[in-house]
């Protein structure tokens, strides 16, 4: 008999079948008196949902062991599935037998079967994975990370592995890691590992920009990283990145592209992680559902960043950061504009050039360039793009406008002296998304082991 998952045993199994399940225990009964039963609820993490596995006096270690489960014990149990005659779950094992393969100390486990704060739970990584909210929220990321695979594969796209080790600040921000093996206070990068000053990656664009004008349309999926001391809940200093690149496309083309791909993201988990969507909907966010709902079955709003700039103004409220063409839009901005003014998503696009990186293509006007933001409800923007500079000398006139040495970036010029197209891309916060998806409030709770600063334990 091979063992199998709970998800399984639940939804696939016919009533009186054998089956062997192995999990961990979430709670325990042990009914003494004239008829002593234990009553074991078992979760091996395949699902939401426990199954109730059903213990006698028959087994041979029931005394000896197991009366003694507590939370937290690993356990292989062997029985028939039976109709549960109790409220709560249709189906139940009977137990044939119970194997104890850890035990786990009661005094001392941190995860008892009670509600525990994320703010204490962040000190428990290893073991939050257990609690009902930090399982539900793995499977979502899985379900998602799969969803991202499979909607561009079914496109055409081809997967890229860009590297995580770069001499390119794609950002412009010089928020980035060192990477060296010099001494403290040493700066002859000569002499270093790799022979020049490097850093961890804060994006894969331009690489893949790279593939892009040669294989057509490419993405990455990998970790990014930000040396940027915000400690906040929407900031982490390792965070995953999705990144789509076109060759011959432009903006439009680099939205619809957006559109299309958030709505088939949330449509997929909505479908394959119900029953932890209802979890995260009823004890999380009550709106989280209709929220995720609203984005697949809506058009999203077009506009320009000038035109969103004139809704702001217009607005009779008072502002933390009062709305001005040439600075950024805040997040307060991009909720009024989502929540209040259109309650659905919104992208912006055409942004002065003087807020926006220098790969971006500068438009007609020469103020603005070719950039987009996409923005949902409650958490304001969920993906960055834009159309590239194709053009080389514009794009080296923006560089040394920027200060920056085009020769640090003679690879990247070269894809505009060999072959030029219009391309377009853009970037996922793929964390902050599942924020959105699972209404959570701190990013540090949808990652398994967050890194921030001051914070790198686990």
Known sequence: MDRMLIKDVLTNVPIGTAVEVAGWVRTVRNHKGKNPLSFITVNDGSCFSTLQVVATPTL??????????????????????????????????????????????????????????????????????????????????????????????SRGFIYLHTPIITTSDCEGAGQMFRVTTLEP????????????KTNLTV????????????????????????????????????FWMVEPEMAFCDLTDDADLAEEFLKYIFQTILERCRED??????????????????????EFVRMSYTDAMEILKKANRDWQFPPEWGKDIQTEHERFLTEETFNKPVIIT?????????????????????????????????????????????????????????????????????????HAGFGLGFERTILFATGMSNIRDVIPFPRTPRWAEF
């Open 203 to 238: 994006s894969g664009q331009l690489e893949a920009e790279a593939y892009a004008c040669a294989l057509g349309r490419v993405y990455t999926f990998g970790p990014t990283f930000r040396a940027e001391n915000s400690n906040t809940p929407r900031h982490l200093a390792e």
């Open 350 to 422: 055409d942004y002065p050039a003087s807020i926006k990186p220098f790969y971006m293509r500068v438009n007609d006007d020469g103020k603005t360039v070719a950039a987009m933001d996409v923005l949902v409800p409650k958490i304001g923007e969920i993906i960055g793009g834009s159309q590239r500079e194709e053009r080389l000398d514009v794009l080296i006139s923006r560089m040394e406008s920027l200060g920056m040495n085009p020769d640090d970036y003679w690879w990247y010029l070269d894809l505009r002296r060999y072959g030029t197209v219009p």
């Open 277 to 298: 969507m209802e979890f995260f909907n009823k004890w999380i966010d009550e709106n989280v559902i209709e929220r995720l709902e609203n984005v697949v079955q809506s």
């Open 60 to 153: 041979p270690n029931y005394e000896t062991e197991v009366v003694h489960l507590t939370t937290g014990c690993s356990i292989i149990v062997k029985g028939k599935l039976v109709e549960s005659p109790g409220a709560g779950q249709p189906v139940e094992v009977q137990a044939d037998e119970v194997h104890v393969v850890g035990w786990c100390d009661p005094e001392n486990y941190p995860i008892q079967p009670k509600r525990h704060s994320f703010e204490f739970l962040r000190t428990q990584a290893h073991l939050r994975p257990r609690t009902n909210t930090f399982g539900a929220i793995a499977r979502v990321r899985s379900t998602m990370s799969l969803a991202i695979h499979e909607f561009f594969q």
């Open 185 to 196: 206070g040493q700066e002859d990068f000569e002499k270093d590992f790799f022979g020049c």
